[in-house]
């Protein structure tokens, strides 16, 4: 963690032990059920579980950037991710078109989702 004879940043260190526990605390939350949960309704009243994984995927610093994009207005979305350079447009990621936006905020999730029980 040092780089040029600096000492750590213990900011730096604070969130990424941070983020690897409430990672860890999220796994267990992950189940087929919470999963059915979102893709019946992602906007709607959730239960406790899926809140709390929705709220680790909003707010993670460490999860990659990734947007949904309408391609077709009100018929198509893709999921892009982020370059994270202003000015610089989105990539779209290898994933099929969705017909919604529901669907589309779904295909969303489960990729977030792959990603933490990736890590």
């Not at 989105?90 to 078109?97: E, G, L, Q, V």
């Amino acid at each position: 963690m040092k780089a040029h004879g600096l000492p750590p940043d213990r900011n730096v260190i604070a969130l990424e032990r941070f983020e690897a526990r409430t990672r860890a605390s999220i796994r267990p939350l992950l189940t087929k059920k919470v999963i059915a949960e979102h893709k019946r309704n992602p906007l709607g009243d959730h239960s406790d579980a899926l809140k709390r994984v929705l709220n680790h995927l909003r707010r993670s610093s460490t999860l990659t950037p990734y947007v949904l994009v309408c391609t077709k207005p009100f018929r198509e979305w893709r999921l892009a991710q982020l370059s994270g350079e202003r000015g610089k447009a989105p990539t779209f990621i290898d994933a099929p078109a969705c017909g919604s936006e529901t669907q589309a905020m779904h295909a969303l999730f489960l990729k977030r989702v792959e990603e933490v029980r990736r890590d």
